[in-house]
């Protein structure tokens, strides 16, 4: 019976559980309920994953995502897994096909959408089936309460009735509390075990810089950081979700829209465009991101503050799930708020609704102006207490703060003298004497407080009024017309009893050297040197002629760290491939020997760095690994020095010949077998290759596709690499 850390490790190629996965894993598979709260990206899917693996029989996940439902199981597919789908997605035979998996037991996992699951019929066959878990993903579309709510999502209360005693869990990325009980009662979990971790995601930098020229800030942003890169951009409307799509197109930018305006065919094709291009920017109402698990996605930027700092959290979570470094990068000003105020009132929401809503746009405002760390201001939300993260732009760059208490008095009695009609832009112009035809028109040039603020630019007018807005010192009128109104609080400030302190906006460094694509992950620098970027680059066209292939999104082949690490290490044998992150048996498998030929095809062009890092421990830490090949290739060389034939060593173990030849090369290069009993070439032809490969080798050239290519591909790579390890080893033993 294997572990959980065996599946871990053989099957996802991963070295150690993240997050809570250690202790729910167990605790499900032993047939406990769960509810299971990690952020965005956290890991949740191998919490049902692996405990269903474990168990007999399979499991069911319920997810309200159709359109993705797909790419997850052909992911999980090439991973070895037994999964598949039901839903409306299928022809009739797909759906025979995975009915008749079923019935025969040969499925781990199966995905279903719930307003399938719940029909009488499906139900009544389940029934007889028995599955041995059920996951509720996404659990807080059960919740009215939140903006993913699913009416189907009620009817999975009749799981617990119609199977008890088979364990459930229910996932979810949403944290706050009536949502957490909406879970619990709606789903029958009140005697489940709860789960909930951190919110931290350290690997994303947070960054919020005043409004100015939204558009053009964010292009900056882009092309100074995120050059090529996989984005998120949300917007508040539909509108100008098409405005900035069309912008950043103009601007040499590929990106699409996403909103509810679009129909549901347009919809699903460019989410499905933007989970298998590589450097695509989605541009997005929130409509579009939950369940989006695309692993490499580099940035998530805002060009309007979300809704609330939950709807931060989340959407921002959805960069950087590789766990690579990632941005999230906001750009808001006062007059936004005034729309989303109105958005409120305008709502349909009743009156405590309507209070909740404000109170969190109160909450978001503050975060946007904390003078301290911006992770601490936001964890400190959800209860959490940290450090200053050195992770964020007030981290990087504190902001400097100044007395401004007079500032905010002229600001203050500015609004007053012109009625509490006008924006900033506006009040800011009078404080600094403009003259213009619309300040004569109005008198605004006869006022006291014309011409009084000097000492400040009008941009930095405008921070103060929206600081003062942020802090809750004046108001922004809720019928979105963005003009300024005084408040109890401000009238404290022009009275003199209350000091009030405000900061510097950042400084953006208006040039700054451009980075090539990958450069922001690349921590290590492993791809310093132009060798380097031109290995990855070919990797990564191998990995997207592999994915089209298949008809798969890259990722689901390998994640860019897998990448990353085989330009790292330069594995130059399959035992220490599989030893990269996200590397498990099947992989290894079915991509192993494609990937180490553009890893032998790159070497021979352009040479083998001499100062590459030894290679990451073997894995697994709970067993401590042999040193040497697995016990199953041993298994196959046994065989085969019985049978003497790849053949039939691959029909005796039910393997395929390709496995059964890695399993030889493996047992030479561990020494525990001579190579001449793995070989049972003629003498003369093992003289010929023998020969051949010490030429290339007197020249350093290690690989083996230049060999086989001079024998005119007359042997199998399987049977090169047998002779290349036994001479590797007798040239270690030399
Ligand atoms: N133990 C692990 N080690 C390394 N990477 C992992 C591990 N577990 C999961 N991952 C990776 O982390 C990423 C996020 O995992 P997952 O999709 O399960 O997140 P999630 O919690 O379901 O997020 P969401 O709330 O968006 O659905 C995936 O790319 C996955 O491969
Ligand atoms: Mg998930
Ligand atoms: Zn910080």
Redesign the pocket.
């Known amino acids: 019976m294997p572990t959980p850390h065996d599946i871990?490790r053989t099957v996802?190629g991963?070295?150690?559980?993240?997050g809570l996965?250690g202790d729910v894993i167990p605790h499900v598979a032993e047939g406990g309920d769960a509810v299971v709260l990690?952020?965005?990206?956290?890991?949740?899917?191998?919490c049902y994953q692996i405990p269903a693996m474990l168990r007999d029989g399979f499991g069911v996940v319920v997810s309200p995502l159709i359109a993705l439902m797909r790419d997850q199981v052909a992911a999980l597919r090439q991973a070895g897994v037994r999964a598949a789908c039901l839903n409306s997605s299928l022809s009739m035979q797909e759906m025979n096909e995975v009915q008749a998996d079923l019935e025969y037991g040969r499925l781990d996992l199966l995905y279903v959408a719930p307003e399938r699951l719940c029909r009488p019929e499906f139900l009544e066959r389940l029934a007889r089936l028995r599955p041995n878990l059920f996951a509720i993903?996404?659990a807080h579309c059960v919740s009215q309460w939140g903006h993913d709510f699913r009416p189907e999502y009620l009817q999975l209360s009749i799981i617990p009735e119609r199977f008890p005693g088979v364990p459930r869990v229910a996932?979810?990325?949403t944290a706050d509390l009536p949502t957490r009980n909406d879970i619990l009662t709606h789903l029958g979990l009140d005697g489940a075990r709860i789960f909930a971790n951190g919110f931290d995601r350290p690997n994303i930098r947070y960054t919020v810089q005043p409004k100015d020229k939204p558009q053009h800030q964010l292009l900056q942003f882009i092309r100074n950081t995120h050059q090529g890169d996989s984005g998120i951009i949300y917007r508040i409307s539909r509108k100008k979700t098409d405005q900035t799509a069309a912008f950043l197109n103009k601007n040499g930018i590929t990106a699409l829209p996403y909103h509810a305006g679009l129909s549901a065919e347009e919809r699903n094709a460019h989410q499905e465009r933007f989970m298998r291009e590589e450097g695509l920017v989605m541009v997005a109402t929130v409509a579009f991101g939950m369940?989006?698990?695309k692993?490499d996605v580099r940035f998530v930027a805002h060009l309007e503050p979300p809704r609330s700092l939950e709807a931060y959290h989340q959407e921002t979570?959805?960069a950087g799930?590789?766990?690579l470094p990632a941005d999230a990068w906001m750009t808001y000003g006062l007059q936004d708020f005034a729309i989303m105020r109105s958005m409120i009132v305008g709502g349909d929401a009743d009156d405590r609704r309507k209070f909740v809503e404000h109170r969190k746009l109160d909450s978001i405002m503050a975060f946007l102006e904390a003078p301290g760390c911006r992770r601490q201001a936001l964890l400190s939300y959800f209860g959490e207490s940290i450090e200053p993260c050195r992770n964020c732009d007030t981290c990087a760059q504190p902001p400097k703060t100044w007395n401004g208490t007079v500032a905010a008095q002229k600001a203050l009695s500015n609004i007053f003298r012109t009625g509490q009609r006008f924006g900033a832009k506006h009040l800011a112009d009078v404080l600094k004497g403009e003259t213009s035809k619309r300040i004569s028109q109005l008198g605004h040039d006869q006022l006291s407080t014309y011409g009084i603020g000097d000492e400040l630019s009008g941009g930095e007018w405008r921070s103060v009024y929206r600081q003062l807005g942020a802090s809750g010192l004046l108001e922004v009128d809720i019928e979105g017309h963005g003009a300024l109104h005084l408040n109890e609080n401000s009238w404290q400030v022009l009275r003199g009893e209350r000091e009030v302190v405000l900061r510097t906006d950042p400084v953006v460094p208006k040039v700054s050297r451009r980075r090539t694509r990958g450069e922001r992950i690349d921590e290590e620098g492993t791809l310093a040197t132009s060798e380097a970027r031109i290995l990855f680059d070919a990797l990564r066209a191998k990995r997207a002629e592999l994915a089209s292939e298949r008809g798969i999104p890259p990722?689901a082949v390998f994640?860019d760290r897998t990448l990353l690490e085989m330009v790292r290490y330069r594995p130059s044998a399959l035992a220490d491939l599989g030893l990269l992150?996200?590397i498990g048996e099947m992989k290894l498998q079915s991509f192993g020997e494609t990937f180490l030929a553009v890893l032998e095809g790159h070497e021979a062009i352009n040479g083998r760095p001499d100062d590459l890092p030894p290679l990451p421990q073997q894995r697994s830490t709970a067993k401590p690994a042999r040193k040497g090949a697995s016990e199953s290739a041993l298994e196959s060389a046994r065989a085969f020095t019985r049978l003497g034939n790849v053949e039939e060593v691959a029909q005796e173990r039910n393997l395929k010949a390709s496995t059964v030849w890695i399993h030889l090369a493996s047992a030479v290069s561990s020494g525990e077998y001579d190579w001449r009993d793995l070989c049972v070439l003629e003498e003369d032809a093992v003289r010929e290759i023998r020969d051949v490969m010490t030429a290339f080798r007197t020249r350093g050239i290690m690989e083996l596709s230049p060999v086989h290519e001079e024998l005119q591909g007359r042997y199998d790579y399987g049977l090169l690499r047998i002779i290349r390890n036994g001479l590797n080893r007798e040239g270690a033993s030399k």
């Open positions: 871990l996802f991963f070295d150690d559980f993240i996965q990690m952020p965005t990206g956290g890991g949740k899917s191998l993903d996404e996932l979810t990325a369940g989006v698990d692993p979570g959805r799930r590789d766990g990722y994640p992150s996200g």
